[in-house]
């Protein structure tokens, strides 16, 4: 098992390629995420922590 330690709040994407996602919560080795579809609809699903990468975010309002 990975180092990674995942939490709410983390921007994350899965290993295989998609849409930018939030976890909101985890639950031993499955977070779930929510994200928007390129139409705003909000989407969640779990995940097996295995399944994800965090993602590093630039702050826009540094901008």
């Known amino acids: 098992m990975a180092d990674t330690q995942f939490k709410p709040g983390d921007i994350v994407s ?3 390629g ?3 996602m939030t976890i ?6 499955t977070a779930f995420c929510e994200w928007f579809r390129d139409d705003q ?3 969640s699903r779990s995940f097996a922590l295995s399944s994800l990468r965090h993602v590093e975010q630039r702050n826009d309002a540094t901008q």
Do not use: C, K, Y
């Open 14 to 16: 899965l290993r295989s």
């Open 18 to 20: 998609g849409p930018l």
């Open 24 to 29: 909101a919560m985890v639950d031993g080795q």
């Open 41 to 43: 609809e909000p989407q």
